[in-house]
T-cell receptor, first 111, second 115 residues
């Protein structure tokens, strides 16, 4: 079963615009990570936010976490055509080893 | 570092045949995962090894699937006999330690088509 659910399922924007993707999860977590998958490739880690953090930045990425709402968002600012990919949230259970991935958001950035 | 190495990258096989997928994790990583990705079901965790020992195989769909990790640098996922519904991308991934917060590094996947 999948822990995280992303929305929207697909997002199409113009280059230069911001892209926001959301993730909701069901149970208590220790951390939440975002991964990116280019077409035909494996997933690549982008950023991790721990359950005691509310916001984190990395370059053009901004991640927020609201544990009361069991949700997270990934914002990509000033998007580029090269950002076209699928983005997945992944949650780690408290005290455990499992990392469970959501269904992903497919982002298409038009040049 | 070479990253997680999977083989074959692509395989087309006939229903009923045995399929063996191979994985070499990143050196020094002691956790290894096998995931399956399909459009319908997304990315599913099949099995997790820690220090070469299977810790959780609850995601293995049925007895036709088996996985082994004979040493720290090699793992296999076997499907016998294969069925068309097994068609998917199979990812091997590894990380250091058993903490769910540690980054998981994925291979490029093995694209399996069963006809």
């Amino acid at each position: 079963s999948q822990q995280g659910e992303e929305d929207p399922q697909a997002l199409s924007i113009q280059e230069g615009e911001n892209a926001t993707m959301n993730c909701s999860y069901k149970t208590s977590i220790n951390n939440l990570q975002w991964y990116r998958q280019n077409s035909g490739r494996g997933l690549v880690h982008l950023i991790l936010i721990r359950s005691n953090e509310r916001e984190k930045h990395s370059g053009r990425l901004r991640v927020t976490l609201d544990t009361s709402k069991k949700s997270s968002s990934l914002l990509i600012t000033a998007s580029r055509a090269a950002d076209t990919a699928s983005y997945f949230c992944a949650t780690g259970n408290t005290g455990g080893f499992k990392t469970i991935f959501g269904a992903g958001t497919r982002l298409f950035v038009k040049a | 570092d070479a990253g997680v190495i999977q083989s074959p990258r692509h395989e087309v096989t006939e229903m009923g045949q045995e399929v063996t997928l191979r994985c070499k994790p990143i050196s020094g990583h002691n956790s290894l995962f096998w995931y399956r990705q399909t459009m319908m079901r997304g990315l599913e965790l099949l099995i997790y090894f820690n220090n070469n020992v299977p810790i959780d195989d609850s995601g293995m769909p049925e007895d036709r699937f088996s996985a082994k990790m004979p040493n720290a640098s090699f793992s296999t996922l076997k499907i016998q006999p294969s069925e068309p519904r097994d068609s998917a991308v199979y990812f091997c991934a590894s990380r250091t330690g058993s903490n769910s917060g540690n980054t998981i590094y994925f291979g490029e996947g093995s694209w399996l088509t069963v006809v």
